[in-house]
């Protein structure tokens, strides 16, 4: 790709990366007050059944697109990707079988309507991914940003549209039908696409290739989601849907923190596999150092500020929930930390290790998500949660280290942590005196710009020159 089509690229895909990321929370503000407690939990607990579903849905094949651009030829591609889009075809059907023959079975209290509005949506992403990978291989960067954005973005306009001048009653259903509907359309959109450069068809060959790449990684991603999502099922399921409401909008508010890592790794994965092909070990220890200090400036600011920010973008009745923000922020920090060892088990193609230490933090969240959540509720889930992370940098760390055991030295870790433990203890000394809250952050902004002034100074002239020339030019 040229210079110029590489950057514009790059610019839409941090773009498309930052509204995928933040939709949750910039809607905050709108659905926390046009929705109850209640009709938000369900809301959100629907989300993170779709999660799950399109992850069994898809099986992780989108993982094989972007290596058959590796083994076939240009011709192969569209027929590799038609079987891929059929075979993710059956498997809807089989599920909407399954599906109909299971409420046959079980009790009455289930609602229907929703099991199948969760089978659709998540047919409907598993295709949207599928289909965003071949785009992405074949540099068609507009096309895919526009995959990643529009559904998202009409889903919720009719959504807000249709709670607020349509329906009177059941106004979750006012959220999950119009972006089930949606993301039909996308599906069909998007089989068109697909088929009308191959047709329809089931080569074993190609899907026996899919196949032995892709399932390693699909316990993977369960695992993935149960940790990210099955404390929103559990809180449910064990307490009430107002308790997830609450919870899931303060977890959207410490998502914040999850924008900026998924923005940057856009950066840092291809620099740092480039730096440790060519075994560049110090290079990437003194950089990793900025990179640990920036997000630990972001994940204190975000403590800081969180509970104005809160009270800002929701209603009074979500308010409840800031004594648990510090542990959701925490578990967001701990999860770049762990990543960052997972590249180089990925580096590595240590994969089924990956899968096998994920298995085991998401089997011990869902076991303390069971005997802690009945009695204290969401508070549970979150710091159970921040376990079951803290349990998955260890086991990642552990192994990583064993790989490469001189990237990433452990201790680089102490003093972040200590700072944000420090300031999280500030948070709930000052959770009532704002005032006092804000000046410490300012105070803290302040000692940054000191300590990193000499950075900021080489920094400076260089956007300037950067400006310049583009006015030149």
Known sequence: MKAKKFTEAGLLYFIATLFNKGIGFVTVPIFSRILSTSDYGTITTFNSWVSMASVVMSLALYMSIRAS???????????????????????????????????????????????????????????VN???????????????????????????????IVILFVIDDHLYLGRIVPTTIVHAIVAVIVLIAVFSKAKPQL??????????????????????????????????????????????????????????????????????TEKLKNRKIKEINTLVMDYVHLMTYAMVGLIL?????????????????????????????????????????????????????????????????????PKYGYVAAAYTTLVAYIIAFILHARYAKKIEPELYPLKMFISPLLQILVFTGIYYATL?????????????????????????????PRIADKCSFFRKN
């Open 69 to 127: 651009f590796i083994d076939f030829s240009e011709k192969e591609r569209p027929k590799f990707l038609s079987v891929v889009i059929t075979f993710t075809c059956m498997i809807f059907v089989i599920s909407m079988i399954i599906g109909a023959l299971a409420i046959i079975m079980i009790p009455n209290n289930v609602n229907i309507a929703l099991v199948f509005l969760c089978l659709v949506q998540s047919f409907g992403l598993a295709l």
């Open 130 to 160: 599928d289909y965003s990978y071949y785009l992405m291989m074949r540099y068609e960067y507009k096309a895919r940003t526009a995959l990643m954005v529009l559904p998202g973005l009409i889903s919720v306009i009719i959504s807000i």
């Open 203 to 272: 080569n074993f060959k190609y899907l026996k290739y899919g196949l032995i790449i892709s399932l390693p990684l699909v316990l993977h991603s369960i695992a993935l989601q149960i940790l990210s999502q099955s404390d929103r099922v559990m809180i449910t399921s064990l307490r009430n849907a107002a308790e997830t409401g609450i919870y899931s909008l303060v977890y959207n508010l410490g998502m914040i923190s999850t924008v900026i890592t998924s923005s940057l790794d856009g950066i840092w994965i291809p620099w740092f």
């Open 305 to 373: 500020v969180s509970v104005e920010v809160l009270k800002i973008f929701a209603d009074h009745r979500y308010w409840v929930g800031v004594n648990i923000i510090p542990p959701i922020v925490l578990a967001n920090y701990i999860i770049f930390m762990y990543t960052l060892y997972v590249n180089i088990e990925h580096f590595h193609k240590k994969t089924p290790y990956i899968t096998v230490n994920t298995l085991i933090a998401a089997a011990i969240n869902l076991g303390l998500n069971f005997i802690f959540i």
């Open 432 to 460: 009532d005196l704002w005032i006092i809250r804000w000046g410490i952050l300012v105070l803290y902004l302040v000692a940054i710009l000191f300590k990193e002034r000499f950075r900021i100074g080489i920094l400076i």
